[in-house]
């Protein structure tokens, strides 16, 4: 039962995931807010997915729990924040997605050798992990980029994530019948 809760949240974050990047690739000139809370909404329910994803799996072998629980806290942290300060500049905005990506590309790339993954998870981890890092380093070493260009990255990002996050959500669910 409880990984059904865990595979069902995974899939709920990377539906999420791509509902954001469309709304932000199809919808480029949404205000900062209307961004800030999409972003809010996407950062919380995957940081709930990990936290919870994390204390799951504690007793698991060759599990990297304390990483995907730390991401968790990290990232739920990041979007309380940012719903109870609406109002941020787009520098602080820039930085705390920046720096989220960044921690969850490194935390993806390392979990995906701790874990006990089969090679097709190890892959979409290592993928998404990559994808993650590539698209956090941008955005902070770019923070001059207009704001339609940073929306169509973010965009991007959650476009090809959320699809990742699906597909691994389904492979963990197969491997976890498999057991």
């Known amino acids: ?60 072998k060759g599990s990297s729990w304390f990483l995907q629980t730390i991401l968790g806290v990290l990232e739920i942290g990041v979007g309380v924040y940012l719903l109870r300060h609406p109002h941020v500049t787009f520098a602080t905005f820039i930085l705390l997605i920046g720096f989220t990506l960044i921690f969850r590309g490194v935390f993806a790339i390392v979990g995906a050798f701790l874990d006990q993954a089969t090679t097709t998870q190890r892959t979409l981890m290592v993928i998404s992990g990559l994808l993650a890092l590539v698209v956090g380093i941008v955005i902070l070493f770019q923070p001059v980029s207009s704001g339609v260009a940073f929306v169509w990255l973010l965009g991007l990002y959650a476009l090809i994530a959320g699809p990742l996050s ?14």
């Open 1 to 60: 039962m409880q990984d059904d809760a865990v595979w069902g949240s995974a899939l709920m974050a990377g539906m999420l995931a791509t509902v954001f990047g469309v709304a932000a690739v199809f919808w480029p000139n949404i205000t900062l807010l209307t961004l800030l809370y999409l972003f809010s909404a996407y950062v919380l329910v995957d940081g709930l997915v990990n936290f919870f994803g994390g204390i799951s799996s504690l007793s698991r």
């Open 166 to 179: 699906i597909s691994l959500a389904f492979e963990a669910r197969k491997a976890d019948s498999k057991r």
